[in-house]
């Protein structure tokens, strides 16, 4: 057969072929095959020729018998320390010190997650790898950029790690088996309810707001008939406005400054600081709650855009690509909250990003991985307790790409499956790949009052204020217009 080793090396039989070569030949009553098994162990390699098996023809038996069979897939699966080109993804290779460093696990982390099932299935199937570095890369008018254009140009034959599968990498390139998948969400923090909504209105239902404004007509009604019918009170000073304001300020607790001289009234007066003091209680004690509840104002990428949250996104290709095919509920949120702040939308270090989010009104794109990290090593316990997320961008199935029509695809589908059955992805997914902090130590916490809270009761003050300067300034005009016409300048103002 050694004789014959030439004709067959023209021939590109890769380990995952199933070339035999059989060679016939007589032994005495018999009739035998020798079979060989046959295959390249790379491009450019000679051909392996060993001996498999023997087939023997016996006449007198009408049958066939199969002896000295050595199978040939443990065989194949040795490749005999040959060199292979691989392909090796890093968005951040300035930033890499080790794929084996712990301390800065938040860089290219999905190429560390599955790095080490490469290095094992580098020695398990005894190879050698040529590294080509490159970026993730897309592609753009048919044309590919980062490791795809590598499998285009023929540079490499396989990627040393996890690849997110895309349907264009099928013109050049195949899939080996998947990894795991990995997730990319917007990360918030829940706003308080005085951000998204007025509390001053929040604790009490519409049918009670409808009751108060009944009692108070009703108490105002009482009061003016008493004014204009009771002897006593007709002859002193009291006008409406000052009802008004006595009813207010039993609403508020804040007291008045009418005296009410007769039995009638001061039971009116009673009866409306009694039956207003429980309401205010209530009040107070549901606004104190309020301001200590988070909201669950958003749970959907609507809701997102018509909250006051900023959106920032992490500084990625994937990200960026999203945004250049313009994929729809992605562009939703990139136009009305990311393009608005120019390149400041784009964030290429989450610690940054995540510390935004944990201090102002921010949602922060960016992989679960690097922002699990930072909220474990900034937010204190009740912080975490308040993380919400919302899946923007949906990211496929990482996988091992080879070269299309590649000889060792089954190989290396079979030894991913074996790495996933007995644990080790699962292993290095444990270390590389965090899961999001629990909360242990529930909501409570010191709660501060801001602007934010008060800002409608500072609004309506400051409308009082304007609407009490432009009343004042009508009256003065009033007043000066109506001592002109009596030609007596000194003539005091009366209402």
Request: proline residues 4%.
């Amino acid at each position: 057969m050694v004789e014959h080793k030439s004709k067959f090396n023209e021939l590109n039989a890769m380990p995952i072929s199933d070339l035999f070569i059989a060679q016939r030949y007589h032994n005495n009553d018999t009739i035998q095959w020798k079979l060989f098994d046959a295959y390249k162990l790379n491009y450019g390699y000679d051909i392996e020729i060993t001996e498999n098996g023997v087939i023997e023809a016996i006449t007198n038996m009408n049958g066939l018998i199969v002896s000295a069979a050595n199978f040939s897939y443990t065989r194949r699966q040795n490749l005999k320390g040959i060199n292979i080109t691989c392909g090796l993804v890093m968005e951040y290779p300035e930033r890499l010190t080790s794929f084996d460093n712990p301390s800065d696990t938040h860089v290219d982390v999905f190429t560390k997650g599955s790095i080490n099932l490469g290095r094992n299935l580098r020695e398990n199937m005894n190879f050698s790898c040529l590294m080509h570095l490159a970026k993730m890369g897309w592609s753009e008018n048919d044309t590919f950029d980062g490791i795809t254009s590598l499998f285009q140009k023929n540079q490499i034959q396989m990627t040393m790690h996890g690849v997110i599968m895309r349907s264009e990498q099928l013109l050049y390139a195949e899939f080996a088996g998947d990894i795991f998948t990995p997730r990319t969400p917007l990360i918030f923090r829940q706003p308080s309810l005085s951000t998204v909504a007025n509390i001053f209105v929040l604790p009490l239902g519409i049918d009670i707001w409808i009751c108060i404004f009944i009692l108070m007509l009703v108490v105002f009604v009482i009061m003016m008939l008493q004014l204009m019918h009771h002897p006593i009170l007709k002859k002193m000073s009291i006008t409406a406005f000052d009802i008004a304001t006595f009813i207010l300020g039993a609403v508020c607790q804040q007291g008045t400054h009418l005296h009410i001289p007769t039995t009638s009234g001061r039971f009116v007066v009673l009866t409306t600081f009694s039956a207003t003091l429980a309401l205010f209680t209530s009040y107070s004690a549901s606004i104190v709650a309020l301001l200590q509840s988070p909201s669950d104002f958003i749970s959907s990428l609507d809701d997102l855009i018509a909250s006051p949250l900023k959106v920032g996104m992490y500084e990625a290709d994937y990200a960026r690509y999203m945004v250049h095919a313009k994929y729809t509920g992605v562009m939703d949120v990139y136009d009305k909250k990311v393009l608005p702040q120019g390149e400041k939308g784009w964030i290429d270090d989450p610690f940054v990003g995540i510390e935004r989010v944990r201090t102002e009104l921010f949602a922060f794109q960016v992989d679960s991985p690097s922002a699990y990290r930072a909220i474990s090593e900034t937010f204190a316990e009740s912080e975490k307790c308040g993380i919400k997320e919302i899946q923007m961008i949906v990211l496929p199935t990482t996988t091992i790409l080879v070269e299309r029509n590649s000889g060792y695809n089954e190989l290396i589908r079979q030894r991913i499956k074996w790495q996933k059955e007995i644990g080790l992805m699962k292993r290095d997914e444990l270390r590389w790949i965090p899961t999001k902090p629990d909360c242990k130590g529930g909501l409570s916490g010191f709660v501060t009052v801001g602007l934010n809270e008060i800002k409608p009761a500072v609004i309506l003050m400051l409308f009082g204020y304007g609407l009490s300067l432009l009343v004042l300034g009508v009256e003065i005009l009033f007043r000066n217009m109506r001592c002109k016409n009596q030609k007596k300048p000194n003539t005091p103002f009366s209402y």
